[in-house]
């Protein structure tokens, strides 16, 4: 399986970016997606999560109500909508594919696939 997120790019507090992550190969392999991003000097955090197979959509509390998760199944993708971004948002966003137990949706380890990344620069 192979997973390319784009989407990234430069915008001010308050603006939205969506990403993309498509996926190619092997796609009936696994069942949920996953964003995660890293910030200069942290650790990979979870970021929001989809499974088709058991219908959750977990979201971290500091994106919950201003970023949004969804699956085109037709295009093997999966997006994420970000809106109202803030400074704290700039990261590298990778997004992931698995088969982790709902309970391990959040957790990075749990996934088996992971896209290059693609850069978000919030700017205040």
């Known amino acids: 399986v192979q997973l390319q997120a784009s989407g990234g790019g430069l915008v001010q507090a308050g603006g939205s970016l969506r990403l993309s992550c498509a996926a190619s190969g092997r796609t009936s392999s696994y069942y949920a997606m996953g964003w995660f991003r890293q910030a200069p000097g942290k650790e990979r955090e979870f970021v929001a999560a989809?499974?088709?197979?058991?219908?959750?959509?977990p979201y971290a509390d500091s994106v919950k109500g201003r970023f949004t998760i969804s699956r085109d199944n037709a295009k093997n993708s999966v997006y994420l909508q970000m809106n109202s971004l803030k400074p704290e948002d700039t990261a590298v966003y990778f997004c992931?594919?698995?088969?982790?137990?709902?309970?391990?949706?959040?957790?990075?380890?749990?996934?088996?696939?992971w896209g290059q990344g693609t850069q978000v620069t919030v700017s205040s």
């Open positions: 989809i499974s088709w197979r058991s219908g959750s959509t």
């Open positions: 992931a594919a698995g088969n982790p137990l709902s309970s391990l949706l959040r957790v990075p380890s749990s996934y088996s696939y």
